[in-house]
Every structure is written in C-alpha cells, then in structure tokens.
C-alpha cells in the first residue's frame, strides 16, 4: 500500500514538472517566424479573435496538425490589412470581430496535411495546397476567417 501510494506520488511530480516544463518550452515553429520577421497578430490587434482550426482536433483532419503552434502570425503588410478591416468593422458594426482559423502554416505542416489526406495525389489539391508548389499561407500571406 506504502509503496503504491509512493509510486503515485511520483508519478503525479513527474507529469506535474513535464506539464511546467513543456509550458514554459518556446514552440520552435512560432520562434522561426518571429526571426522571419512575422508579426503575432493579437500583440498587434487584441481585438481580433484567433483559433487556429490545425491546433485542434476540430478540423478536417479530425486531429491536431500543429501542436505547439497556437498564436496567428502573418506578415506586417498583412496585419495592417487587417487592422484597416477590423477598424471598419469597428466603425460600422460595432462588437463584431474577425476570427482567425488559420494563418501562417508551416511547410513542415503543409506536407504533413498533404500526406494525411487518403486520396489520389491528383485529388488532394482538392483540400489542401500542393506542398510542392508551396501555399500563401507558408510565407504569411493568408488568412482563413
């Protein structure tokens, strides 16, 4: 009985640092667009609300494609766009606001979309942007609302 409940014990610090740790861990693919120069769009617009679809399993994928990729980056250009468009929703109707379901993605990511599908290669670019040819969405040039 001593030795289970030494055991649980363990088990629940281990799993209570690995949670600490793996928060407080900076995501490698949202680090590299930083460098790129890509902007987090909340840091920029709070107002604008994100979701990224890929970081859940509520997507076409039926899983969570992006894993620690969590935050909307998009290119400087880009955000100010979105900015001018937020303003007017603003403006005109007031309390609404844009929702981000998908920004910049990775071509890590894009491949691992393509390989996923269970389609014909032809039929795939049905649903997801040929990797090979690359997306908008790989330089931070779209967004999904």
């Given at each position: 009985?001593?030795?289970?409940?030494f055991y649980l014990t363990?088990?629940?610090?281990?799993?209570?640092?690995?949670?600490?740790?793996?928060?407080?861990?900076?995501?490698?693919?949202?680090?590299?667009?930083?460098?790129?120069?890509?902007?987090?769009?909340?840091?920029?617009?709070?107002?604008?609300?994100?979701?990224?679809?890929?970081?859940?399993?509520?997507?076409?994928?039926?899983?969570?494609?992006?894993?620690?990729?969590?935050?909307?980056?998009?290119?400087?250009?880009?955000?100010?766009?979105?900015?001018?468009?937020?303003?007017?929703?603003?403006?005109?109707?007031?309390?609404?606001?844009f929702l981000i379901y998908?920004?910049?993605?990775?071509?890590?990511?894009?491949?691992?979309?393509?390989?996923?599908?269970?389609?014909?290669?032809?039929?795939?670019?049905?649903?997801?942007?040929?990797?090979?040819?690359?997306?908008?969405?790989?330089?931070?040039?779209?967004?999904?609302?």
């Open positions: 009985m001593k030795s289970t409940k363990v088990l629940f610090i281990s799993f209570t640092i690995h949670c600490i740790q793996a928060q407080s861990t900076p995501c490698a693919y949202e680090e590299k667009m930083k460098k790129q120069g890509l902007v987090e769009v909340q840091k920029v617009l709070p107002e604008v609300f994100v979701q990224l679809k890929y970081a859940t399993p509520d997507n076409f994928m039926k899983k969570d494609v992006y894993g620690c990729l969590t935050h909307a980056y998009l290119q400087k250009e880009v955000v100010q766009m979105l900015g001018k468009a937020q303003q007017y929703l603003n403006q005109h109707y007031p309390g609404l606001h998908d920004a910049t993605r990775p071509l890590a990511k894009q491949w691992e979309l393509w390989n996923s599908l269970d389609l014909p290669v032809k039929q795939r670019s049905n649903y997801v942007a040929d990797p090979a040819i690359h997306s908008i969405h790989n330089y931070g040039s779209a967004i999904d609302l």
